[in-house]
């Protein structure tokens, strides 16, 4: 069974820091391109940050570029999203994602349609 389950969430005071990981089982991450998406009370999931297969390309929303920093261990099947001085717009759900799809169109990595495999998500608060 393909699974990704999402740790590392909860409750931070602004200018705080969080690593959430994201542990991947039944598939062999090397063969996808992950990403993080988040979704905040009342509003559409949106797109975080996403990386190539083998970690070398990064890719960041303007909103968090600079303070949030994606990356993955092929070998331990993982993931994390490090993110540092955060602020309360960062709260929200935080879910990963990969997706197999070897196709590049334009702005391919902040697209929910590619992705094939989401995780259940984990809450991060981040109070002011």
């Known amino acids: 069974q393909v699974q990704l389950v999402e740790s590392g969430g909860g409750l931070v005071q602004a200018g705080g820091s969080l690593r959430l990981s994201c542990a991947a089982s039944?598939?062999?991450?090397?063969?996808?391109?992950m990403g993080w998406f988040r979704q905040a009370p009342g509003k559409e999931r949106e797109f975080v940050a996403a990386l190539s297969r083998y970690g070398a390309t990064t890719y960041y929303a303007d909103s968090v570029a600079g303070r949030f920093t994606i990356s993955r261990d092929n070998a331990k099947n993982t993931v994390s999203l490090q993110m540092n001085s955060l602020k309360p717009e960062d709260t929200a759900v935080y879910y990963c994602a990969a997706d197999s799809s070897y196709r590049i169109p334009p702005d391919w990595y902040s697209s929910q349609d590619r992705i094939d495999v989401w995780g259940q998500g984990t809450q991060v608060t981040v109070s002011s």
């Open positions: 039944g598939l062999t991450l090397s063969d996808y391109r």
